[in-house]
């Protein structure tokens, strides 16, 4: 760490107080959180393999879901691995750089998950509602746009959130986050400067997220409305059913995250602990399952990518 940038701040550590101190239960932990990792990890990759692999999913919906897969593994690869290192080696700080790089992609891969699970949404508005133009509209060009969009766009703001963050002096030497990740919410409130621009950006970010939300919303509205009207049963439940395991994830997604972070950031508590490690860890986790088991194409792919390495070993 260079000296300019301890003068700036004031510190040159953050102490992460994580979930529990009681041993015991940090043991438990650290093998749950291990298990979750790696099921993360093979879930979703082997749902990118599936895409990659069968020509029947080389659609605009697949090709967003394969994006999603990617960045719930780097979500869940910039938290993880360092909490079950920081476990072994015994320690709970994390040295200033590596936080703001933390908070980065975690700011970073959250707005990506936000912004696809959007794009995804009037992907199977356009589908559902009016699906002999469906080709026309969403066309590979579109998706690939949205996509880098989405990324780019991404960066940025959480760049600037970086920024931000790093011009900040903190009242303590070792300042305390009540979780077990650099959180932006938290790391502001123990900032002991001026943090009315920071504010203001967070209450540009939350617009940012809740108008995807809004999206999500409109577009689920619509499309109900669309299967309502299908005369046969059998055509509104096929219609349904290709729209339940997205409405799961976002669910989950949003939910949780809205839970968290849609209030004034003096109301942040600990016990918020469980809903972060449901939009953290667990909903990156219980995306592949959802995907494979409510949808026939993805199922049968990834059952023969199974088998096909079962036997190959």
């Not at 080709?135 to 960066?155: E, K, M």
């Not at 409130?189 to 617009?207: E, I, M, P, W």
């Not at 395991?245 to 469980?274: E, K, N």
């Amino acid at each position: 760490m260079s000296k300019g940038r301890e003068n700036k701040t004031g510190i040159s550590e953050f102490l992460l107080l994580g979930i529990t101190s009681d041993p015991g239960q940090q043991q438990i932990l650290f093998w749950a959180f291990l298990c979750m990792y790696l099921v993360t990890v093979a879930g979703n990759t082997l749902i990118l393999l599936a895409i990659s692999s069968d020509p029947r999913l080389h659609t605009p919906m697949y090709f967003f879901l394969a994006n999603l897969s990617f960045v719930d593994i780097c979500f869940t690869t910039n938290l993880i691995p360092r909490l079950l290192a920081s476990h072994v080696a015994g320690t709970r700080t994390i040295s200033y750089t590596q936080c703001l790089t933390q908070m980065y992609f975690l700011i970073s891969f959250a707005n990506v998950d936000t912004f696809l699970l959007a794009a995804m949404a009037l992907d199977r508005f356009v589908a559902i509602c009016y699906p002999l133009q469906y080709c026309t509209i969403i066309t590979p060009q579109l998706c690939v746009g949205l996509a880098a969009i989405v990324w780019v766009c991404s960066g940025l703001i959480s760049l600037l959130h970086t920024l931000l963050m790093s011009r900040l002096n903190f009242c303590s030497l070792l300042p305390e986050i009540s979780l077990f990740y650099c959180d932006a919410y938290l790391i502001m409130k123990s900032a002991c400067s001026d943090t009315r621009v920071n504010q203001r950006v967070f209450l540009g970010a939350v617009v940012l997220f809740v108008a995807p939300c809004i999206l999500v919303v409109v577009s689920y509205v619509r499309i109900t409305v669309a299967v309502l009207q299908i005369p046969s049963a059998k055509g509104r439940y096929k219609a349904f059913s290709t729209c339940s395991s997205y409405l799961s994830v976002v669910t989950l997604f949003y939910g949780t995250v809205m839970g968290i972070y849609i209030r004034p950031p003096d109301s942040f508590s600990t016990q918020d602990t469980v809903a972060t490690i449901m939009y953290t860890v667990v909903t990156p986790m219980l995306n592949p399952f959802i995907y494979s088991l409510r949808n026939k194409d993805m199922k049968e792919t990834m059952t023969r990518l199974l088998n096909r390495a079962l036997k190959s070993s």
